[in-house]
């Protein structure tokens, strides 16, 4: 058996949380230039260096570390720098935060139909929801499987659009030894506590761009400009009253007790991946080993490499617990009856957010079903987890019988 008691949090962690309390300097600073007291060019704070590992780790030259997954992907699709009324395509199954942050950022989610089985997004359906009004598309990729990015950019660059990557449950997959996240022109990952990394809560954000990042920036730090990676931070006019909020933002700040965690774990980032390997592995050779239960899992393209976040099953029709198609929750179905958007923004008529017209996220949903590979798990408690999930089935099947 396996290690019984891997931790997730341990002296490392701990120690990198008592150096931020000790130091006194629990906020990363508004950056240097603007205004605050704690500014200081020499100062590197838990949040710049979480930064720069980061961007070390994925290969992407500008990240920006914020409070929540959320944040990143709103200042993912922000730093597009779409305008109001533009439409971004998402899938339509995803976390509700991905449309939600397309509202924040002015622009109206059009959802687009996903594989019946993956729940992963359909390039053809993506062609067939865009319009006129199309700026950029949101891929997610769920579970830790990655979303065809190849078709996805085929489809979307001879138009012009942006390509966003929620790589949120995701960090680590490869494809063709490139990390999801190098393909579109943003990503963002989360670092709540479910997902592979996390600090209880944060997010971040990278892209290639410059003026993506940029404009990611100003939204996230309430308009100041926090600019690092050498590229040139806007001065205060002499005689300036202002602290210097160049743009509109909210403050999103990460906090260095996050920050600080944060990069303790990501320097585990390898030993959890392999625990979670380790744990898909006796998950599958379980699965294997009880063909007869009424559970398929899913085939994995050759040239990737998926870090799981949980890991997908194809149950019996009616008996998937997948919960997220955003367009059936009540904020959307409200959206729906009124036809604006929370802000006010009119949706242009052949915008639904009805139930049925995603057809394949819905069928998949009562379908799917997926079991935690956390890396904390004991194979005892995943093999338990198994075993629960198959007398659940085994219960509905015998509930149906007359
Ligand atoms: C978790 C998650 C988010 C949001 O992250 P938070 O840190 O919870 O705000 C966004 N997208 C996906 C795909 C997620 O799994």
Same mark, same amino acid.
């Given at each position: ?280 592995? /006796?998950?599958?050779?379980? !699965?294997?080993?009880?063909? *007869? &239960?009424?559970?398929?899992? %899913?085939? #994995?393209?050759?040239? =990737? ?71 904390? /798990?004991?194979?005892?408690? !995943?093999?338990?987890?198994? *075993? &629960?999930?198959?007398?659940? %089935?085994? #219960?509905?099947?015998? =509930?149906?019988?007359?």
């Amino acid at each position: 058996m396996a290690d019984p008691n891997p931790v997730q949090f341990g002296p490392f962690e701990s120690a990198a949380l008592a150096d931020v309390v000790a130091s006194g300097r629990l906020w990363r600073g508004n950056g240097t230039g603007w205004g605050s007291r704690h500014d200081s060019a020499a100062d590197d704070s838990s949040a710049d260096r979480l930064e720069d590992a980061f961007a070390q780790w994925i290969g992407l030259p500008y990240v920006h570390a914020v409070n929540s997954g959320t944040s990143a992907n709103e200042a993912a699709v922000v730093g597009l720098g779409l305008e109001p009324g533009d439409e971004v395509i998402c899938p339509a199954a995803c976390p509700a935060f991905v449309p939600f942050a397309v509202l924040a950022a002015g622009c109206i989610p059009v959802f687009a139909d996903v594989h019946p089985e993956t729940l992963l997004l359909l390039p053809d359906a993506v062609e067939r929801v865009a319009s006129e009004k199309t700026r950029a598309v949101v891929a997610v990729h769920l579970w830790g499987l990655p979303a065809p990015m190849a078709d996805v950019l085929s489809i979307a660059r001879p138009f012009g659009w942006k390509v966003v990557e929620d790589c949120a449950q995701a960090l680590g997959t490869m494809v063709a030894d490139r990390p999801v996240g190098t393909f579109g022109d943003a990503c963002c990952f989360s670092l709540q506590q479910s997902k592979h990394i996390t600090s209880g809560e944060g997010g971040i954000f990278a892209t290639k761009d410059p003026e993506t990042y940029t404009r990611a920036v100003v939204y996230s730090s309430a308009g100041v400009p926090h600019f690092r990676f050498g590229l040139p931070t806007p001065r205060r006019q002499p005689g300036s009253v202002g602290r210097g909020h160049i743009g509109f933002g909210h403050n999103h700040r990460i906090s260095e007790m996050q920050a600080a965690v944060a990069l303790a774990q990501l320097s585990r980032l390898d030993e959890f991946n392999r625990r979670r390997a380790e744990l898909v592995r /006796l998950l599958e050779q379980e !699965l294997d080993r009880r063909h *007869d &239960a009424p559970v398929r899992t %899913l085939k #994995r393209p050759s040239e =990737v490499s998926v870090s799981y976040w949980r890991y997908p099953v194809l149950v019996p029709a009616g008996q998937g617990t997948f919960k997220e198609i955003p367009y059936l929750e009540p904020a959307f179905q409200r959206m729906n009856s009124q036809r604006r958007t929370p802000f006010g923004l009119p949706l242009p008529e052949y915008v639904t957010y009805a139930p049925g017209s995603c057809p394949q996220a819905e069928r998949g949903a009562a379908q799917v079903r997926a079991l935690s590979v956390h890396q904390s /798990l004991t194979d005892d408690q !995943l093999l338990a987890s198994l *075993d &629960a999930m198959l007398a659940d %089935l085994s #219960r509905l099947r015998h =509930v149906r019988k007359p």
